[in-house]
């Protein structure tokens, strides 16, 4: 079992839908967690960090559920622009240091 | 604030060849980082850099690959000699934090590796 799991997806929307992915992650003992944003043939961009219960910046709301080992991302009012693929990433405690692990994403389509 | 850089974008190469990437931080960070990253799945790291110290290369393949920054600023990942499944995407990042667990790290565009 990977450490972090994601839904391939693709997860196919019109403009203007609200969609939403979840991520599992096993280690109990992770601290931080990221979404992170990519691109075709690009690198992965920082989008939202959740070093609590959650967080929230304009159209993008992380929440985190410590119990059941889940991260979700909330996409409001999908726009053409926000299709890409949306890694979950997990600051995973290691050693006395922290390490990313990532997820193999989460692919999205906005459609017009 | 310029961004992490990296070179070449991309690289072409016959097996058995070697190949190096060469990566230049955001200023100030402290940490690089260089990860792999095959296609469909997540970025996966080789080898971390707290100034100029290799803190974490577990995940580095130490028959072929080697790392090294020399004055704890940029950084150049060689494989020696590339076979067939190194063809993938080498990708540097960097933090201002060393590891913690504000732990946000920021990518430079990747060396787009194939190996023929």
Known sequence: RKEVEQDPGPFNVPEGATVAFNCTYSNSASQSFFWYRQDCRKEP????????????????????????????????????????????VVNKLMDSSY?????????????? | EAGVVQSPRYKIIEKKQPVAFWCNPISGHNTLYWYLQNLGQGPELLIRYENEEAVDDSQLPKDRFSAERLKGVDSTL???????GDSAVYLCASSSHSGGARNEQFFGP???LTVL
Do not use: H
């Open chain 1, 45 to 88: 961009k920082l989008l939202m960090s959740v070093y609590s219960s959650g967080n929230e910046d304009g159209r993008f709301t992380a929440q985190l559920n410590r119990a059941s080992q889940y991260i979700s991302l909330l996409i409001r009012d999908s726009k053409l622009s926000d299709s890409a693929t949306y890694l979950c």
């Open chain 2, 78 to 84: 060689k494989i020696q000699p590339a076979e067939l």
């Open chain 2, 110 to 112: 990747g060396t787009r």
């Open chain 1, 99 to 112: 390490k990313l692990i990532f997820g193999s994403g989460t692919r999205l389509l906005v459609r017009p």
